[in-house]
């Protein structure tokens, strides 16, 4: 059984101050919520302090980007060797603000991905389409070309530990959700593709995560979609108590 992830993506946003109070606001409620892994994934700069202020609780440290090479002249770049170093779990990679305003290829999330795994650190591999190419009927195509390019040169062994994000481009910070129908669609494909490529056991524990725009109000339903094992939270993750909300919800 797949148990759901909960994962808070804080982008640029908090200042240490705030970074601190979030965490120790998250950890502080997610004693009392059993049978969910919770997660934060802080601006690069914070992860130290979030980590310790983390510390001794059930929540995660995640990173939101790091880069494949394990050091050298890559200036303003963080390793994924560096987040291992500070006890990050988690690598958010390709997530649409990296690809779509930062120039982040499928062959990049790859090599990121791959070498997150090389280390232990587990990537969220994020797809998902433009409300041109879903209007134009493209989804189902974008996401296939998405899911086997960033995850090219992912082995069998490795693939158990990867989360998939789908964030439907149109639904992120826009306030725009998805229907719960549209997004099991898509994770439903996910899974698929996943058991094409590897094995159908592997596709079976391999967690899917929604993202775009889910708040304590639409969670419930989306959450409850038989292939949607969690979330990947923006806005919402930026308060203690909508975090954890939706965290209940799942
Ligand atoms: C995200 O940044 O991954 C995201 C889903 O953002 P939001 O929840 O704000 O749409």
Redesign the pocket.
Known sequence: MRKPLIAG?W?MNTNRADAVALAKGVAAGAGELDGVDLLVCPPAVYLSVVGEALAGSAVALGAQNAYFEDNGAYTGETSMAMLADIGAEYVILG?SERRHVLGETDSDVSKKARKALELGIAPIVCVGELLEEREAGRTGEVIKSQFVGSLDGVTEADIPSVVIAY?PVW???TGKVATPEQAEEVHADLRRLLAERYTGEIAGAVRILY????KPGNAAELLSQPNVDGG?????SLKADDFLAIAKAG
């Not at 990947?232 to 919402?236: E, K, R």
Request: proline share 0%; no cysteine; glycine share 32%.
């Open positions: 993506n982008k997530h964030e639904a992120i910070g993202g775009g725009s889910m990947l939270i923006g806005g919402a």
